[in-house]
């Protein structure tokens, strides 16, 4: 069974994201500017990493970098929802394992301390992102019985 399509909802549509005063975790890391820095930093981060940067050869940059600030913000329950298409259809195929998720995630959490996000909303950023691992990573396959 496919894991649940994310297009068209926020991370708001969650109360896990929300602090006690009840501001959503985009807001409590800066909103739309802190999000672009982070992703700029990130793509910096990935494109000088050997092992990932083939996956982005060819890649529009730009657009892709805005797709991110755009699903990171509505991921992070954001003003408005993402519309993309979703990360299963997006990375389907690609070979990405969950050791390539799990080097784009260090990536990302270096970014945000750069940022100067504090560990505990690093923390909560990267809780939200691992919940999409299974729609990003190709699962290892099964080995074959004998």
Sequence with gaps: MD????????ASDSDSDASPD?????????????????????YRRVLADERLSPFFAGSNLTRMKGRQVEFFAALLGGPAPYVGASMRTVHRGRGITVDHFHSVAGHLVDALI???LDRELTDE????VALLAGDIATPRESPTPL
């Design 3 to 10: 894991e649940p399509d994310r297009r068209g909802t926020t």
């Design 22 to 42: 009840g501001r959503p975790l985009y807001e409590r890391i800066g909103g739309h500017g802190a999000l672009e820095t982070v992703v700029e930093d990130l």
């Design 114 to 116: 750069t940022a100067g």
């Design 125 to 128: 950023v990267i809780r939200a």
